[in-house]
């Protein structure tokens, strides 16, 4: 069975800086691209990045602007999003999604819980 466990998350202050981590379990993670979400409540899950199964291509949302990054260690089976000067408005619960391909086909089928981050102004 497939599962996906993030964490990292946490309060910090606008500028600051997170490192988010995704350990896979259950799937030979290196075959599967990976992917970060986003959600406030009451809004809908938007994207943040992607990155494909060997970690050669990546994939941002407009708004990351430089600012996050996405990587993973296949040796690891984790993948991780780095997040840099930070903004209130970054304020989300952040979720990993496997993809269904090696590729970034926009599909995904399985979801982390998701963990919590916090930007106080």
């Known amino acids: 069975q497939v599962q996906l466990a993030e964490s990292g998350g946490g309060l910090v202050q606008a500028g600051g800086s997170l490192r988010l981590s995704c350990t896979a379990s259950?799937?030979?993670?290196?075959?599967?691209?990976m992917a970060w979400f986003r959600q406030v409540p009451g809004k809908e899950r938007e994207f943040v990045a992607a990155?494909?199964?060997?970690?050669?291509?990546?994939y941002y949302a407009d708004f990351m602007k430089g600012r996050f990054t996405i990587t993973r260690d296949n040796a690891k089976n984790t993948v991780y999003l780095q997040m840099n000067s930070l903004k209130p408005e970054d304020t989300a619960v952040y979720y990993c999604?496997?993809?269904?391909?090696?590729?970034?086909?926009?599909?995904?089928?399985?979801w982390g819980q998701g963990t919590q981050v916090t930007v106080s102004s």
């Open positions: 999604a496997k993809g269904r391909t090696v590729l970034h086909s926009r599909a995904y089928d399985y």
């Open positions: 259950g799937l030979t993670f290196s075959n599967f691209a």
């Open positions: 990155i494909t199964g060997g970690g050669g291509v990546t």
